[in-house]
């Protein structure tokens, strides 16, 4: 395939990245395979891997839309060790007791709801125009704020693969740091931990189970295989479609709020009969708010 061939359809690609893989990586392949702008919509650590929603083109124009969806993980935490990256990646210290099963299931509760979490050091946190992770490998002493991230469910899943290792199934908003969790979790028990491993296996309608696996990427299929791949934008919002008369269409379509009965709300709209994007109704007036397509 020439680099020159570009993708003519947008929407998503639901790539399950390998652990050990940068996800700006998986984005930069696939701006060389479709020849268009690409943006993952919640990165992961490189030491994670899972659901990687990839938008294309105009989708990416979504982003905000994501950041809030549900994220559906299965994380393993190390006990009886620290590190200053929170995971198994970081400077190793070793020292803490080992909780037992009940109690673990015992602390988990403290860590459900909305609570103000502290992200770790070695993120990619905004401080004065740096990424958090670059300032804490140059050594410069920083202070993050709290943010307040949703936590709906910790579960744990039994011992890991590890030794002093327990796998944990957790459900949470965006923006919520998993290496987080192990840490406050360790802080309830009085001891340490670390994430050891992570697999994401939902964000918003994305899952693993139709996702394609990056090595298939890194085959460099054709853009008809590449299309295959592809989830079509109107197919992740879960809005219903706004329909207008064909002297409406022409006027919201030239930047005009027209009447109409529906409620108030977003919704999807199409222009000549093909998905446009969203349109959003405000007091019984429609407007145009997003291109997509």
């Not at 190390?78 to 037992?100: A, C, H, K, M």
């Not at 909305?114 to 140059?138: C, E, H």
């Amino acid at each position: 395939m020439k680099r020159t061939e570009k993708i003519q359809t947008f929407g998503f690609f639901n790539v399950h990245k390998p652990s050990g893989v940068v996800s700006s990586k998986v984005v930069n392949k696939l701006k060389w395979l479709t020849g268009v702008p690409c943006g993952h919509m919640g990165t992961l650590d490189p030491l994670a891997s899972g659901v990687l929603p990839v938008g294309v083109g105009n989708a990416t124009r979504l982003f905000d839309y994501f950041l809030n969806k549900e994220k559906e993980y299965v994380a393993e935490f190390t006990f009886g060790v620290s590190s200053d990256t929170l995971d198994s990646t970081g400077e190793l210290v070793y020292g803490g007791r080992i909780p037992t099963v009940s109690e673990i299931e015992s602390a988990l509760p403290l860590l459900v709801g909305d609570v103000m979490q502290m992200p770790p050091k070695y993120s990619a946190k905004n401080v004065n125009g740096r990424r958090g992770y670059d300032l804490a490998r140059a050594g410069i002493e920083f202070e993050l704020q709290p943010k307040a991230v949703r936590i709906d469910n910790v579960e744990l899943l039994g011992v890991g693969e590890t030794e002093n290792a327990y796998r944990f199934k957790i459900r949470c908003g965006g923006g919520t740091y998993i290496r987080s969790i192990a840490r406050d979790l360790a802080t309830a028990l009085d001891t340490n931990a670390v994430m050891s491993s992570l697999l994401r296996t939902k964000s918003g309608v994305f899952t693993l189970e139709n996702s394609v696996d990056f090595s298939e990427l890194e085959k460099d299929p054709t853009l008809e295989t590449l299309e295959k791949y592809l989830i079509p934008t109107e197919s992740v919002l879960p809005f219903s479609k706004i329909r207008l008369s064909a002297t409406d269409e022409r006027k919201i379509f030239n930047g005009l709020k027209v009447k109409t009965d529906f409620p108030d709300g977003t919704y999807t709209i199409d222009k000549d009969g093909i998905f446009y994007g969203l349109a959003t109704v405000e007091n019984g007036l429609a407007r145009t708010k997003t291109k997509l397509c």
